[in-house]
């Protein structure tokens, strides 16, 4: 089901441009992107490999800084063209969660131990680590693998926890790269339909970028890549 709420923006992207190289070997990745994602609200970056999708998610996620525009998360400016405004390090674990193709699972820690430590590196009390950590894999439909090694997993419960993982510590925003390449069309589907309710029930902004054309009902709004440009689907 669509969201179609009054949510305030938790994103907000305008002019964004990300070169790399210059003269002869100048790649302009990212030209001039302007998005605005919305609390409780979920959106799919789609388009064919090198379009820059996972460039702008890089920039997005303020991993990379772009050369042009700025970047403003639930109403501070964070990038203005290269320039950060704030200590970027610190900002992106207080407002983001992660969740990548591969899980990146620590294999030597459980599936319980790899929720908590999100929230450990973060100086929370062990106590409180603990119960967070639980009630998300119970949320998410894997309490019962609590104590297993993410190699006793199966895919889709891997990307179950690490999506566990990547709200435990309330972000305002989830951005996912290929979330579902590794996975069937069955656990696909079940994937991105967990994000959809992670965004409509833990009101959080999600942003997915993929190649899978299967599951687009599950989104609120789809955007199209190509040529490092963006344009909304359905939009001129």
């Not at 525009?69 to 390090?89: M, P």
């Amino acid at each position: 089901m669509k969201q179609n709420s009054n949510n305030p923006v938790t994103l907000k992207a305008e002019n964004l441009t990300k070169v790399y190289g210059s003269g002869h070997t100048e790649v302009v990745a990212v030209r001039n992107v302007s998005l605005a994602v919305s609390r409780g609200e979920i959106v799919a970056l789609l388009g064919p490999s090198g379009a820059g999708k996972s460039t702008l998610l890089t920039l997005l996620g303020l991993i990379r800084p772009p050369n042009m525009g700025k970047i403003i998360i639930d109403d501070t400016i964070v990038f203005e063209n290269h320039k950060a405004k704030v200590n970027v390090r610190t900002f992106r674990r207080q407002k983001f969660g992660f969740v990548f193709q591969k899980t990146n699972l620590i294999p030597f820690l459980t599936a319980a131990e790899n929720v908590r430590l999100a929230m450990e590196i973060d100086d929370q009390p062990a106590k409180a680590s603990r119960k967070r950590a639980m009630e998300l894999l119970e949320y998410l439909g894997v309490a019962e693998r609590a104590e297993n090694m993410p190699s006793q997993l199966s895919g889709g419960e891997q990307q179950r926890v690490a999506v566990a993982r990547a709200l435990a510590n309330r972000p305002s925003l989830i951005l996912a790269d290929e979330p579902t390449a590794a996975l069937d069309s069955v656990r696909g589907r079940q994937v991105m339909e967990l994000f959809a309710k992670v965004a409509h029930e833990q009101n959080a902004g999600v942003i997915v970028v993929t190649h899978d054309h299967r599951s687009l009902e599950v989104f609120d709004r789809t955007f199209e890549m190509e040529d490092g440009q963006l344009r909304e689907s359905g939009s001129q």
